[in-house]
């Protein structure tokens, strides 16, 4: 990101250079002809799937698929009230396409907004068009921070120096000179120039690449690994359960063929999590929607889940904790330089750049009269350096080479000029020193010797919502860890106004260890760090990950590009280069810090929400595993039919886990997923199992009336609703108004089946006597409370 002697990026394009360019590029008939061609540069620009793959990902599933078997069975063998789990199945997938549509929709429209528009030269003027709209031929200018967007040959160079890190792996800039190839995904990190589309739509290099590996799901995912792991195993024990089942009730029981199917498909469906991955990727779809809302285009969905698992973030000063404009609050002549020749200077060098960045913008506020100088030379400005430079010549014949940028960098140690600027920054200001060098500006040791002329100090402005978001981030027990390359007091004085921990001792990172061991030490140990350079930020966020920590990184700049890259999570901002947007997860188009914490949130409520009701899902796959192991090893028939489990999923698990799976939830993000559900949902299954086979028992061996079987199933259906809801009256937990009316919400509906006759029917239900209706209770109560007591054993036992 932007710092004070890191002028990564320019916040206005500045005034067009008083000469005609060189080259004028294409003319308008030129543009069209290559339109009717079909040269165009149509390659889309997706930040999501396609409306096909959304609809095939939903639909074409493996538990869809087995569903839709046993659903087929069913309407076959009858009747139509045991196959209601197919239509179940029906409105989730048309849930699970809709939201993910909307979200679609929403991430479309979002990238619209931020989507870059290149400066295109035609007719001799440079205007801005569509990624799109450039077509084979085009001159597209290049200045710091721009992508290349399609492959090309360099026309004009201006000291360009372009970052191929992304496609090559080759972190060092490349200088570019006319008749040198651009490959498309590459970025400018300094200089300037122009270069002629060569290849453009699909036969551009980072197409070519694109189609190779889809941006949609780079971001790793702990949550649907879990989930794909889980349905892997369940998968492989439906098959033999399914076996046993089938030669349990046809052959040991002697049941018709027709109610030994019905039997099976009743011990097999609720074995089958289906919802689960549905609520994960609506979760995820409506969390899109939400950030959305707030200007956050999250470029690839599982990024939501990543940044609520960050424990560290890195962020720059310029941008975050400031405002990007700045405000010259004092000039200061050194050496007995006269005031009036400065401020000419520095005008001189704020004209000589079409692209001035936030701190020469502010000099060019502030001096705007450079009127008779000429610029015959210019050293662009680069993050490894700390300074730029301009060859001027007055109009009085004074000719010299001058430099801008760091004073720490320029001047020796125990310069007297050192004294002045610590003082400055020790107040937060940032400070540049204009110095006249004595070699030439292609000299490598041109900033050795220079004579300082004069410091120029700027004011920045603090954003009012830094404050609240680093105090978010230190409840939330996220480190913040301020990483840039201004003056390390500097940064320091601004990050402690603002409240940041341990903000007083800043690190010079210069002095940095380069082992990463020693470096993480160090960045474990301290919160701000000053002067850092490029390849420094990324191998600071190598050193970080290496102990155990993940890191999200901001940025808005070319010199963030390659952290950004290597961290968990990249956020970019809206205004920030299109280089840092290309590589970034997120992207904050109202360019404010403070929509992070909103970011985290929605993740933390995703993940929260779905280890909730991945345990009620799981519980019932627990139980129906286990009932069915009972009733092989007894031969004894299956106690339910598949709507007794249809309505008992839809009370105590689906209707809920949709609500559930939306609320607010503010709780951290942690790892081991598939650890964490496991550990309540085994012993809530084995409870709430043996406790129903258990009831089924004791109704077999005390009645024999005529529908025997019927009122066994009863007894056990009514034992299994009462310990699923309090296995969802435990998921609900803390308590609030709407939680407590949903369970008992759903506890009113078993009632209204079982107090309607047409329902009572339907369903298959008719509780006999009043004996076995109440053993069915008191076997329900005594498993409750042994579900309490192993909840909150395995809560001590096996902590998250």
């Not at 424990?311 to 010259?328: A, I, R």
């Not at 401020?343 to 060098?349: D, K, M, P, Y």
């Not at 985290?600 to 779905?610: D, K, P, S």
Request: net charge neutral; aromatic share 6%.
């Amino acid at each position: 990101m932007n710092d004070p002697a890191e002028p990564a990026e320019p916040t206005a394009r500045g005034p067009a250079p008083a000469q005609a360019p060189a080259h004028r590029g294409l003319t308008a008939t030129e543009v069209a002809e290559r339109v009717a061609r079909g040269e165009v540069n149509d390659v889309p620009v997706r930040s999501s799937r396609s409306t096909a793959e959304i609809v095939r990902a939903n639909v074409l599933t493996r538990f869809n698929a087995i569903i839709g078997v046993l659903f087929l069975i069913i309407l076959i063998v009858g009747p139509l009230q045991d196959g209601l789990f197919g239509f179940v199945i029906v409105a989730n997938t048309a849930i699970g396409i809709f939201q993910e549509l909307r979200a679609k929709k929403t991430l479309d429209s979002l990238a619209v907004i931020g989507e870059a528009r290149p400066t295109v030269r035609r007719d001799g003027r440079p205007a801005p068009v569509p990624t799109g709209e450039i077509v084979l031929g085009d001159l597209i200018e290049l200045g710091p921070g721009d992508k290349c967007v399609v492959d090309g040959e360099v026309l004009e160079s201006d000291g360009l120096e372009i970052d191929e890190s992304l496609l090559t792996g080759e972190a060092d800039p490349v200088v570019k000179r006319p008749g040198d190839q651009v490959m498309s995904g590459s970025f400018v990190v300094a200089g300037g120039g122009a270069f002629t589309a060569t290849k453009v739509g699909r036969e551009a290099y980072a197409a070519q690449l694109a189609e190779e590996a889809s941006r949609f799901t780079l971001v790793h995912s702990e949550l649907r690994t879990g989930i794909s792991l889980i349905l892997k195993y369940v998968t492989w024990m439906m098959v033999p359960a399914a076996i046993g089942l089938v030669v349990s009730q046809l052959v040991v029981q002697k049941h018709d063929w027709r109610e030994a199917v019905r039997r099976m498909v009743a011990g097999i469906v609720p074995m089958v999590p289906e919802g689960l991955v549905l609520l994960t990727s609506v979760a995820f779809a409506i969390g899109v929607v939400r950030l959305g809302g707030k200007q956050c285009l999250v470029q690839e969905l599982p990024a939501i889940e990543g940044l609520a698992r960050v424990d560290v973030v890195c962020l720059d000063k310029t941008g975050t904790l400031t405002e990007g404009g700045m405000d010259v609050s004092e000039l200061r002549p050194l050496a007995g330089a006269r005031e009036a020749y400065v401020r000419q200077v520095l005008g001189a060098l704020g004209g000589a750049d079409p692209r001035p960045n936030a701190s020469l913008q502010a000099i060019i506020d502030a001096y705007p009269d450079g009127q008779g100088w000429r610029c015959t030379g210019s050293l662009p400005f680069s993050s490894a350096r700390k300074y730029s430079g301009a060859a001027l010549h007055g109009p009085d014949g004074d000719s010299g080479n001058w430099l801008l940028g760091a004073p720490d960098v320029l001047l020796p140690e125990g310069d007297r000029a050192l004294a002045d600027v610590e003082e400055l920054n020790s107040r937060g200001l940032r400070v540049l020193l204009l110095a006249r060098a004595a070699r030439d500006l292609d000299d490598p040791d041109v900033a050795r010797d220079v004579r300082p002329t004069a410091l120029v100090v700027l004011e920045q402005r603090l954003r009012p919502d830094a404050g609240d978001t680093l105090r978010y981030f230190a409840d939330q027990q996220v480190a913040a860890k301020v990483i840039s390359g201004d003056n390390a007091v500097s940064v320091g004085a601004v990050a402690a106004k603002l409240g940041l921990p341990r903000a007083e001792s800043p690190v010079d990172a210069r002095r940095l260890p380069a082992r990463r061991e020693e470096m993480a030490d160090v960045l474990d140990r301290g919160s701000v760090f000053g002067r850092v350079t490029p390849r420094q930020k990324r191998d600071m966020v190598g050193a970080l990950q290496s102990r155990g920590h993940t890191v999200a990184m901001t940025g808005d700049g070319v010199n963030d590009v390659l952290a950004l890259k290597d961290a968990d999570i990249g956020v970019a901002m809206g205004s920030g280069s299109e280089a840092t947007r290309a590589v970034a997860q997120i992207v904050l188009l109202d360019n404010s810090f403070a929509s992070l914490p909103s970011v985290v949130a929605e993740g933390r409520r995703v993940i929260g929400n779905i280890t909730r009701v991945a345990t009620l899902f799981l519980t019932k796959t627990v139980y129906s595993v286990l009932l069915a192991i009972l009733v092989v090893c007894t031969r004894v028939p299956y106690p339910f039919l598949p709507r007794h489990l249809t309505l008992l999923s839809t009370l105590t698990i689906g209707v809920p886990a949709f609500f559930l799976a939306l609320a607010p939830n503010k709780e951290r993000a942690r790892p081991h997923f598939v650890r964490r559900v496991m550990r309540y949902a085994v012993p809530a299954g084995l409870i709430a199992g043996a406790a129903t086979f258990a009831t089924y028992g004791l109704a077999r061996a005390h009645y024999t009336g005529g529908d025997a079987l019927g009122a066994e199933t009863s007894a056990a259906t009514l034992t299994l609703f009462l310990i699923s809801l309090w296995v969802l009256a435990i998921i609900a937990r803390p308590y609030t108004w709407w939680r407590v009316l949903l369970v008992a919400a759903m506890a009113l509906g078993f009632l209204v089946v079982l107090a309607v006759p047409r329902l009572q029917h339907f369903f298959a239900l008719k509780l006999v006597g009043t004996a076995l209706p109440w053993a069915a209770v008191g076997i329900a109560a005594a498993a409750a409370a042994v579900l309490e007591v192993a909840w909150r054993w395995v809560g001590r036992r096996f902590p998250a």
